[in-house]
DNA sequence: AATGAATGAGCATTCATTCAT
DNA sequence: GATGAATGAATGCTCATTCAT
């Protein structure tokens, strides 16, 4: 039943976060999930299968996670805001233990087009936020993509580090950072 | 020999930047290295000791390259702009083949003091252009852990996913994303 | 199923006799019981536990064999010579190649209480013998393991040499050793 | 030089009597005898010709422990228990590390007729007791390996027990013990 | 549909032995 | 003679995958 698959990527997602990628066995996942090992593959091709399904629904996660309490109505800013503490977040909250990226972002993923439409579908209040800041001449004239790695790939980077303990980020320049990184794609 | 050393440091890269972290066996790096098997332990300890070397082998190479052409007497916007570029042009060079990072951020890494203290040091450079920024009054005052990752890290980012063929970034987008960096960190 | 367990302690006892302790082999185990490698994992944590398992195994085959045909109420002479020839026998006997001690003895053994206590309760006929015999006042007032080690590992030792060609005991020899081994222990 | 070749051989009695037949490397060897890898083979053919000879080595030993301080003119009974307490007495000395059985007797050991005349040249003066005794009367007419081991194995065997701490055997059960060993083999 | 015992190729690592120096 | 770096087959063990039930 579909009750089992998501048993089997809830566990999955569970010891990946705990063992990483090389401590995980589908014997593992198997017993955590409480089925049999011979069951996860009428669920999931391979292995290789159930880490990509992993991605898409990690991915499909993170995309709720970071467009949530976001609405067009709101100023640009204040979007811009929102998404970028949506993502701070996301790293401090249990639901999503991959998130703690290494981890996640490693996970093989399919390259085709048809992944690639659906990311753009998943992300599609970012653009808008992109596009809509372009249009009205605040934001520089860049592709989305490059704007959002100037503006939220730090977000993600630096709550990385702050959860791995690698520096502290205190509130203040919390709020620094996120000024910067709206400096950056805003003209002067 | 030193000579031995170094193939098989060289060879773990090479298969560790096209099978990635699994599908790395020490077999395998034995036979790229064209060494036998047993003359890897003469080196390393360990498979988690080789990777750790790489690690430092591949870091001290990064530092080196990232700072390189870069003196002090240049202006810092030139520095900043010399360094950015560094980055950018590591991730199209077969000399090293894991910058496009994912897969080099990844290695284990040790995390002893002495180990950052390493690190420190080899990025002396860059925490310079940072504390001259900051005394002059140009830069924001920020740790230096956050400009970097403000300014630096997408630099590292793009030229990932320009290299990996997730989208392209033409000459004039990359000189506005180095502009767009500058004004992450400069004070407005 | 216990069959396969079966199969894999036979195999392994066998292989044990011919090629001695070490030049033992987890793959040989395997071929010889007919088994794939990895299966000797789901009945045994690993070699050493084989290894115990099978002492365990081969001590209760011994302590039966050694015990066999020895009832209570017979004379004790009687029974002496029934278990110093049952010992005897066993090195003959194709169903128990490791008997030829050396090999057996030395098969590392967990040295917990509860294997003491199991060792006791096996060999309790045994017990049972010299304590009736030293009661009545026939057998020298000794520890049952040094009366044990007087006149029944002599039995062993024997049989040992005899079946590896160190020399030959024909049958009057082999009841002269019978009455000698008795005299050691008897009051005189 | 004949200096090496001695150290490689207590070196490896040394090594075989700390981690037993197992966790004996010729490298160990090597750095325990203070001499290159290499050098081993200068002197042994291989592992095997190696504890061949160590074999013999030990086994020269033994014998010059087991008869020393008996000579022809005493008492054939004080002969007797002075080799019965030198068995007994090697197990307890550091110089022979490898008497404490089980470890030494299992060594792989030659059987050709030229190692069996070597042995037996070493213990004549355990075979002439023997001779001697049956040609008075005193002892039983049964052949001399027989009277070996009811005799004298017993204190081989209990030693071994003692020292291992199988059990314990204070003064006055060793004493009975020899004597329990004398009325094996004298005659009634 | 679900099971889980069985598989066997693959892994990291060791070590007896060789041989250029 | 002596060295010790190099070898590579062999080891104990794991684990993705299959398949009879």
Redesign the pocket.
């Known amino acids: 039943?579909n009750d089992?698959k998501t048993r089997i990527l809830k566990a999955t997602e569970k010891l990946l976060a705990i063992y990483g990628f090389h401590?995980?066995?589908?014997?593992m996942v198997a017993k955590e999930a409480g089925?049999?090992?011979?069951?996860i593959?009428?669920y999931f091709e391979?292995?290789d299968d159930l880490l990509h399904q992993l991605y898409d629904h990690i991915l499909n996660h993170v995309a709720n996670k970071v467009t949530q309490n976001v609405s067009d109505d709101m100023p640009l800013k204040d979007r811009f805001r929102t998404m970028w503490l949506n993502i701070w977040n996301m790293a401090n909250q249990e639901d999503a233990p991959l998130i703690n990226r290494g981890q996640f972002e490693n996970l093989p993923r399919r390259n085709g087009t048809e992944q690639r439409q659906m990311e753009q579908k998943l992300f599609a209040k970012v653009n808008q936020l992109f596009d809509e800041g372009k249009a009205s001449g605040l934001f520089k004239q860049l592709d989305n993509e490059i704007l959002s790695v100037l503006s939220l790939e730090p977000s993600a980077c630096l709550a990385r580090k702050h959860i791995n303990g690698v520096f502290r980020v205190d509130e203040t320049s919390r709020e620094a950072a996120i000024d910067a990184c709206w400096d950056a794609i805003t003209q002067h």
Not at 23 to 27: A, E, P, T
Not at 35 to 39: D, E, I, L, Y
């Open positions: 039943m089992k401590g995980l066995s589908m014997q089925v049999a090992a011979g069951t593959y009428r391979d292995k």
